[in-house]
């Protein structure tokens, strides 16, 4: 039996290899959430860099390519490493490095062995053709912007998450639906669907799940594939030295998520407003109460412990004046608490944590849209953790997804997505059934 940082080095050196001698312009990398997607970019890059040939890195936002050219720029110091950027830009200090030049201009950057901008800015460069690129979050890249790109590279290596969010639009799109060249499509399944032979490869260790989310995750969110969490149930834990008192139900809550790596705080079943103050005020209040009871966490990187900040807890939540009304209620609360991330599912992609909070999308609704079953909002939400995630919603969501089947229609020819948001969020709500603390 091989141990999971072997099988995730089998899978990068197969994919380098895949990637390498295909025949195809284009390979496919399948990646469960923290199974180091960014990691595989940046080894992939400096190695084809290395060998002689310039590589071109696309990436979906500009905090993303900052990230991806600070950690290219200290894996190779000897690479010139260029970062594509708008006129205005002004370099982070991360991206500030001897081996790092910044310009507008892809002219000015010609001898950079690796070059790294934002899919929207790669639309711009209309001269040049180069042999190798990686798209990293392709998923959530539009395929629109892809063709644009797409003949500027030889081959290209699409790196992303099937179980996250896809691209979204704020104009109706229903008028491409089901035709081949849907802008709305992802940029992978427009690779997908007009090239069936293009390689497809997976990661297959989840490093930041922890043993109680990986196979939780995995069953509701990639049926059809699999992964394991990279440590096992011994490295990691959770330790509160301040005992529970006052508020019980939210010390109880706490108190099974530090044990099991979940839990479900469940307030009683009601039609609420969006920003619902019990909910909000309710989940608040966990991670108020997570901060004073000086929770710890132990784990492979902190062996001895360490306490738990409100920097590593993230709560997350479907829309944004929800948001705004849980930020409000930290504030009030004070402290330390008004430090902790709060954000939607969207902006929380890629992001990590030691203690997630989720306010759930179906919580107090009387229906459920596509927007609130979308698959890839519950992943984002509940798949962000490294050690615990507490759910927070009302009672009766279950009967609520029985009485409001998906009735999307379905148009001809559309790619369906797999799993769908009713089966997720029924698979995830069965695993948080277990672990539900009735609010008093």
């Not at 629109?144 to 590279?153: E, M, N, Y």
């Not at 490093?207 to 990986?214: E, F, I, K, M, V």
């Not at 099991?260 to 039609?271: C, D, I, Q």
């Not at 698959?375 to 969501?397: D, E, K, P, Q, Y």
């Amino acid at each position: 039996m091989t141990s999971p940082a072997a099988d995730a080095e089998a899978a990068f050196q197969r994919i380098i290899a895949t990637f390498t001698s295909s025949a195809q312009p284009g390979v496919v990398v399948d990646s469960p959430p923290g199974a180091g997607k960014s990691t595989l970019v940046v080894r992939s890059s400096t190695q084809l860099a290395a060998d002689g040939e310039p590589v071109m890195v696309v990436a979906q936002t500009n905090s993303q390519v900052d990230d991806l050219v600070a950690r290219i720029a200290r894996r190779a110091p000897t690479l010139r490493i260029g970062r594509l950027s708008r006129a205005d830009y002004v370099p982070s200090p991360d991206v500030q490095r001897p081996n790092v030049q910044v310009s507008s201009d892809i002219r000015k950057l010609a001898d950079c062995a690796i070059i790294v901008g934002t899919a929207s800015k790669w639309v711009w460069v209309t001269e040049g053709r180069w042999p190798w690129a990686i798209i990293d979050e392709a998923y959530q890249m539009r395929s629109d912007l892809l063709l644009r790109i797409a003949a500027r590279f030889d081959r290209i290596l699409f790196v992303g998450d099937p179980g996250q969010l896809d691209p979204f639009s704020t104009v109706e799109t229903n008028r491409w639906a089901g035709v081949p060249w849907d802008p709305m499509q992802s940029a992978v399944a427009a690779l997908l669907r007009n090239n069936p032979d293009t390689p497809q490869e997976r990661l297959p260790v989840s490093w930041r799940l922890p043993p109680s989310a990986a196979p939780i995750v995995q069953r509701a969110f990639y049926p059809s594939t699999t992964f394991t969490a990279g440590t096992v149930p011994e490295e990691r834990s959770v330790h509160l030295p301040v005992a529970g008192v006052g508020a019980a139900a939210v010390d109880e809550v706490i108190n099974l998520a530090s044990e099991t790596g979940w839990g479900f705080y469940e307030l009683p079943a009601r039609n609420t407003i969006r920003t619902d103050a019990e909910a909000v005020a309710a989940t608040a209040a966990i991670a108020a109460r997570l901060l004073q009871r000086g929770t710890e966490t132990v784990c492979e990187e902190s062996p001895g412990g360490r306490r738990l900040t409100a920097d590593r807890i993230a709560i997350g939540a479907a829309h944004r004046d929800q948001v705004a009304a849980i930020a409000r209620a930290l504030r009030a609360i004070g402290g330390a608490a008004s430090q902790c991330r709060v954000d939607t599912a969207n902006r929380l992609q890629g992001a990590e944590f030691d203690m997630t909070i989720v306010l759930h999308p179906l919580s107090g609704r009387r229906d459920a849209t596509a927007f609130h079953l979308e698959s890839g909002r519950l992943c984002v939400l509940t798949s962000r953790h490294r050690h615990a995630c507490i759910v927070v919603g009302r009672a009766g969501i279950p009967e609520l997804l029985d009485a409001h089947p998906s009735v999307e229609p379905v148009h001809l020819k559309s790619l369906l997505k797999f799993p769908d948001g009713w089966e997720a969020n029924q698979a995830m709500l069965g695993h948080l059934g277990q672990h539900t603390v009735p609010a008093l």
